[in-house]
């Protein structure tokens, strides 16, 4: 059983759209991650959360500790925000889990 | 400010060889971290590395190590190469454990 669980894997969405990727963990964390990485590899690190909500541009990314869930949202969406999200947790002990990845497509 | 720098980009060697990867993080980050991403298994913990002490290390066997220097530069080794070991390589660096910056990766083919 992998200790996070993204949903969904793949997601395909009108530009303009709204967009939900949800992220579920079944461990302790001290910290949870919201990446983006684009073909060719590179990857950048969009949010850092351990309570609340965090918001940045059209990007918001909330965590639940309690339910041990995280969203990241993204409002108006555009083609160049197509890449794949990855969730990643920190858990207690500075070991970091990933989830597989959520592949968004946004189509013009 | 310089981003993190990986070297090389891309690499080929062949099975049974051995390959040292470097990592030169960002100006005044102390902390190294390795990644291993396969389309397999995905994003792979390795190790982190911090004020030249292994702090962490992930499930993988004892052909991969890596160490810090006192610059804060990291290296990862891989002894013995196999062909599972194919992956794009990442590590990340960050002050003190919070908010990484990723370097661009190398990735390694063996054959």
């Known amino acids: 059983k992998n200790e996070v669980e993204q949903s969904p894997q793949n997601l395909t969405a009108q530009e303009g759209e709204f967009i939900t990727i949800n992220c579920s963990y079944s461990?302790?964390?001290?910290?949870l991650h919201w990446l983006q990485q684009h073909p060719g590899g590179g990857i950048v690190s969009l949010f850092m959360l351990s309570s609340g909500k965090k918001k940045h541009g059209r990007l918001i990314a909330t965590i639940n500790i309690q339910e041990k869930h995280s969203s990241l949202h993204i409002t108006a969406s555009h083609p160049r925000d197509s890449a794949v999200y990855i969730c990643?947790?920190?858990?207690?002990?500075?070991?970091?889990?990933f989830g597989t990845g959520t592949s968004l497509t946004v189509i013009p | 400010k310089a981003g993190v720098t990986q070297t090389p980009r891309y690499l080929i060697k062949t099975r049974g060889q051995q390959v040292t990867l470097s990592c030169s993080p960002i100006s005044g980050h102390r902390s190294v971290s390795w990644y291993q991403q396969t389309p397999g298994q995905g994003l792979q913990f390795l190790f982190e590395y911090f004020s030249e002490t292994q702090r962490n290390k992930g499930n993988f066997p004892g052909r991969f190590s890596g160490r810090q220097f006192s610059n804060s530069r990291s290296e990862m080794n891989v002894s013995t190469l196999e062909l599972g070991d194919s992956a794009l390589y990442l590590c990340?660096?960050?002050?003190?454990?919070?908010?990484?910056?990723f370097g661009s990766g190398t990735r390694l083919t063996v054959v």
């Open positions: 461990v302790g964390i001290s910290a």
């Open positions: 990643a947790v920190i858990k207690t002990g500075n070991q970091f889990y």
């Open positions: 990340a660096s960050s002050l003190q454990g919070d908010g990484y910056t």
